[in-house]
């Protein structure tokens, strides 16, 4: 599994393929194993044989005509690499999709009861499964997943599907889900010193919890231009559905998630925070890192994950897609006294209207709870029995969730909190 990885040149530039090499077609393999010679010595940074991150292999997917992908690959010259791109091309799936199994196939090559990928048998095969499922406890879901790379790699090597079948998942657990109390602190925590930083995840938790996103990879597609608003505030957010290969579903977002200077919106987030660390890696990108790269999947998704359980021990990133599903039928509920799950339906991009209907048993139990607006009380400063605002309150309630909160951020985070004067509502941000 060596045969592309001699020379690889760090930092180099972009390669542009000839017209001769552009126009080499079918399957032949020495002509694909020239072509990606060529374009992963000129580009490809990889720190050991098989790590290929998402961002070289879309490069390479890019440099690529889908008439120069073989139809089949032999498995002791081909690299992890060359699967991935097969997979791609020959099967459509995802770029996420193949770096997860990619993953998945490193973490089952190294076990101490090693798969191999370059003379797989099924014997093989078994001992490695049987190995995690008995011995290391390994769960059902986790077994599935090893089972989808193996079987990616099979049908990339034209080799007959084993018999093998993991064991059945349980049923999943009732979904345990923060009260609007607890989703406003997400808004409000402090995660970093870095302003940047911790700007960037409030906004992400902010907008996940109100649009519902299916986290992390729709975040991850986001684009400025998907993002159209007009000179009233009103617009659109085209979200592309990586779940159903890149369809995209069009949302009119109300103006606290699209366009409000007092609330952690889109235009907020575009106009003020986006630019102060964007450069030439940004492409069209909505979320950057700190250094102005673009989110990626695996990372945004443990960074979410481990900053969610500081404020909710029960945080799991996906729960703020079953949030907001609950929430927007509250909302229904509290607006027209029933629960209209075509409109939910539609916001989340169901497929089939039975999916979300299973959220109605949720909103159901949780209204009783909690029987006013979800989405409304999340965005909302919290009020005494007066109906007044207790700004001592709230300054010792953010001096809990962080007791290092500078003069600067303190009056930032009051007019998050909207705590202001009536009719006050600033121009952006305050950097």
Not at 77 to 93: M, P
Not at 314 to 343: M, N
Request: with cysteine.
């Amino acid at each position: 599994m060596n045969n592309i990885r001699q020379s690889l040149i760090n930092n180099s530039k972009h390669l542009d393929l000839t017209n001769s090499e552009k126009d080499l077609v079918g399957g032949r393999n020495q002509e694909w194993k020239d072509i990606l010679e060529k374009i992963c010595q000129k580009y490809i940074d990889y720190k050991n044989l098989y790590d290929v991150d998402m961002g070289e292999l879309r490069h390479v997917i890019n440099k690529i005509n889908r008439f120069d992908c073989p139809t089949r690959l032999s498995p002791k010259d081909s690299t992890f690499l060359d699967v991935g791109i097969w997979a791609y091309f020959q099967k459509r799936l995802s770029i996420s999709t193949i770096e997860k199994r990619l993953r998945y196939a490193r973490f089952m090559e190294n076990h101490v009861v090693p798969v191999s990928f370059t003379n797989p048998t099924y014997e093989n095969f078994r001992q490695h499964m049987d190995y995690r499922e008995e011995i290391e406890k390994a769960t059902p879901n986790a077994l599935k997943h090893e089972w989808k790379t193996m079987r990616m790699f099979l049908e990339a090597y034209a080799i007959p599907i084993w018999p093998y079948k993991p064991p059945y998942a349980p049923k999943p657990a009732q979904r345990i889900l923060p009260f609007p109390d607890t989703v406003r602190k997400f808004f409000i925590y402090k995660y970093s010193k870095d302003e940047y930083e911790n700007t960037l995840y409030q906004y992400l938790f902010y907008q996940c919890f109100m649009i519902g996103w299916r986290v992390p990879s729709e975040i991850c597609e986001m684009k400025t231009s998907d993002v159209i608003i007009d000179s009233n505030g009103r617009g659109t957010v085209t979200i592309t559905e990586t779940k159903k290969h890149k369809d995209r579903r069009v949302i009119l977002p109300e103006k606290h998630i699209l366009s409000s200077r007092s609330h952690k919106s889109l235009k907020n987030w575009i106009e003020v925070w986006r630019p102060k660390v964007e450069n030439s890696y940004s492409d069209d990108a909505l979320f950057l890192w700190p250094n102005g790269r673009p989110v990626t999947v695996r990372k945004l998704g443990q960074k979410l994950s481990k900053f969610g359980k500081k404020i909710w021990p029960h945080f799991r990133p996906y729960d703020t897609r079953h949030w907001c599903a609950v929430a927007r039928l509250i909302e229904s509920k509290v607006q027209d006294g029933h629960y209209d799950p075509y409109s939910v339906k539609n916001w989340l991009g169901h497929t089939n209207i039975k999916v979300t209907e299973t959220y109605i048993h949720y909103a159901e139990m949780y209204y009783k709870q909690f029987p006013k607006s979800w989405i409304h009380y999340a965005l909302r400063s919290h009020k005494n029995v007066s109906g007044k605002h207790k700004e001592k309150e709230e300054f010792e309630k953010i001096g809990q969730l962080s007791p290092q909160f500078s003069p600067v951020e303190w009056v930032w985070a009051r007019q998050d909190l909207n705590l202001r004067p009536s009719g006050y509502e600033p121009d952006a941000p305050p950097d």
